[in-house]
């Protein structure tokens, strides 16, 4: 990608003043600021960042919990993995010899001397140990997933390798999993009749891309509408989430660019950044020390061998991390952003319309200037119920994308229902549709975050993130009782996700649960009732520091339910 208009609109020299009537850099932020001094890092416990050197950055307290792993449970995590690693050693052999029908993918004998399709030992996890607690995911839906939810009932003649439909159902099985955060996924109501008469008018597909004959006036209403919701100049959308962060990274960096990009990112910021070609440099996740340290190395040292500067600097984040339910420290970023002239893509896939006051997202949550970001990135795929996703930032970006993204290009446009969905949805939001159901529903949402949130940490588990996401990682840590907690926990009629190597760290296992405006007080009660009820069976209240008396715990909840 050379220097061209892309370039000119990336590197611009402009940036955003303090408004302190203090001395400052040409960056437009306090030099002097303990922000920047070195400090040591290490990986908080319990961390509260509304220390006094950050105060001036944040307008509440900012507490993310991460409770180390008792050693006791990292000891028998590993051995958990190296005993099935053993035994699953020990059945590759029996399959070797037939004693044991392997019914995995592999070559047959006349290929054997061709280029592998499949690598043996890549697939040695799937073979010995996904496929002992498959029957977690891939559960097929046949409702509207909303708070509550129908699921087609399996089983498997062979230990999870293929499953066959009964025929019965599991009815309102309390659903826990979905991204469903204000309640947008339903099949009655405003929403839904809005889609049903643009599905009407205008048909289901389209069957050509935006520069071509698929640009239709409810695209552009919807554009219209992002940009008044996100505050920015300007705004494009696209039919599909992964593909905007994959499509468009590459459109705006490429060759002589650094991205510098936080540890537990989204696999599609991942692939976007890698297409793109440029230098990928990592940082420790939400920390800005090691953030600052390599703003700063990349400054002083240029790229490599030539030394010569780097054509742009794009630091990449996400609003909420989707498997650690923690929030971006944005106004600290902003900060180092300003100081190093560097460039912002903000992922706001989980967090718009889950966080803020106004739902407008971790900007919102902060109180900060949509305009320091340079990149507003987010997702309809959450709280908006519906597909796709949207870019957000000054006209002459936008202008740009519209060009030169591929997904604009090559992508055939969103389905005129799903943007009507969106466009319902986000009026809806707004108060644009001359009732408060938006509000109440941002409200209720944060409510049952910070009571699902409470009660866990009561009971004594052990969970990540800030108390403000709603996203709840509960963390599992061996890998027997990742299956174990799934099927419990749908004996108890409750629908949840679990996660494992390699999607976490070897030793960080865990159930992720996602928090809705749907879900009422009663179904938050009978969950955590179920949720308490299986970490007795299988032993999970790991914290030290939370834990608290049980039969209170019980009682409460009992209290609540009658």
């Not at 035994?87 to 006349?110: I, M, N, P, S, T």
């Not at 908006?384 to 949207?390: E, I, L, Q, S, T």
């Not at 939001?429 to 049952?448: A, F, K, P, V, Y």
Request: hydrophobic letters at 35%; glycine letters at 8%; proline letters at 4%.
């Amino acid at each position: 990608m050379t220097q061209n208009s892309a370039s000119k609109l990336l590197n611009r020299d402009v940036c955003h003043r303090t408004k302190q009537e203090k001395k400052m850099g040409e960056n437009g932020f306090v030099k002097s600021h303990c922000l920047f001094q070195q400090k040591r890092y290490r990986r908080p416990v319990e961390k509260n960042h509304y220390a006094p050197c950050t105060s001036l950055l944040y307008n509440k307290p900012f507490v993310e919990s991460f409770e180390e792993t008792p050693l006791l449970v990292a000891v028998l995590t590993y051995m958990g993995y190296g005993i099935l690693t053993i035994f699953g050693y020990l059945r590759d052999f029996l399959r070797d010899w037939k004693f044991e029908k392997c019914h995995l993918a592999r070559e047959r004998e006349e290929q054997k001397e061709f280029v592998p399709l499949y690598q043996d030992f890549e697939n040695f996890y799937t073979r010995n140990l996904y496929m002992r607690i498959r029957d977690n995911w891939n559960r097929p839906i046949c409702s509207v997933p909303g708070a509550n939810m129908d699921l087609v009932e399996r089983v498997t003649p062979d230990y999870n390798w293929t499953f066959e439909h009964t025929g019965k159902f599991l009815s309102d099985v309390i659903n826990m999993g979905s991204y469903n955060y204000l309640g947008f996924a339903e099949n009655s109501g405003t929403c839904a009749d809005a889609a049903s008469y643009s599905t009407v008018k205008y048909g289901v597909g389209v069957s050509s891309t935006r520069q071509e004959i698929g640009n239709l006036d409810k695209h552009e209403e919807l554009e219209k509408l992002v940009a008044r919701f996100l505050g920015v100049e300007s705004s494009m959308v696209f039919g599909m989430g992964f593909a905007t962060n994959s499509m468009n990274i590459p459109a705006l960096t490429g060759k002589g660019c650094l991205i510098i990009s936080d540890e537990l990112n989204h696999a599609s910021l991942v692939l976007g950044a890698r297409l793109s070609g440029s230098t990928i440099r990592v940082f420790k996740h939400n920390n800005m020390q090691s953030l600052e340290k390599m703003l700063r190395d990349a400054i002083v040292h240029g790229q490599p061998r030539t030394h010569r500067p780097w054509k742009k600097i794009l630091i990449v984040v996400e609003g909420i991390y989707s498997m650690e339910g923690s929030i971006v420290r944005l106004p600290e970023i902003i900060a180092l952003k300003k100081k190093y002239k560097a460039y912002l893509y903000l992922d706001e896939a989980h967090s718009i319309g889950a966080l803020g006051t106004r739902g407008r997202g971790v900007v919102d949550y902060f109180g900060l200037d949509p305009s320091d970001v340079d990149i507003m990135m987010g997702t309809f795929t959450k709280s908006f119920g519906a597909a796709g996703g949207y870019i957000g930032g000054k006209k002459e970006l936008i202008d740009y994308l519209r060009l030169h993204s591929h997904s604009a290009v090559y992508a055939t446009s969103m389905s005129p229902p799903i943007t009507q969905q969106i466009i319902t949805s986000m009026k809806c939001i707004m108060g644009e549709d001359g009732t408060t159901l938006g509000q109440e529903r941002l409200r209720q949402l944060s409510e049952n975050t910070t009571y699902f949130r409470r009660r866990l940490h009561e009971m004594g588990f052990i969970i990540y993130g800030n108390n403000d996401s709603p996203v709840v990682p509960l963390m599992l840590y061996m890998p027997a009782k990742i299956g174990a907690f799934g099927r419990e926990m749908l004996k108890r009629n409750i629908g949840t996700v679990v996660v494992g190597f390699p999607a976490t760290p070897i030793i960080e296992s865990r159930a992720r649960f996602c928090v809705s405006a749907a879900h009422t007080r009663e179904m938050l009660d009978a969950a955590l009732n179920a949720i308490s009820e299986v970490g007795d069976l299988l032993q999970l209240k790991y914290s030290r520091k939370y834990r608290g008396d049980e039969s209170n715990c019980f009682s409460y909840l009992e209290s609540h339910q009658d």
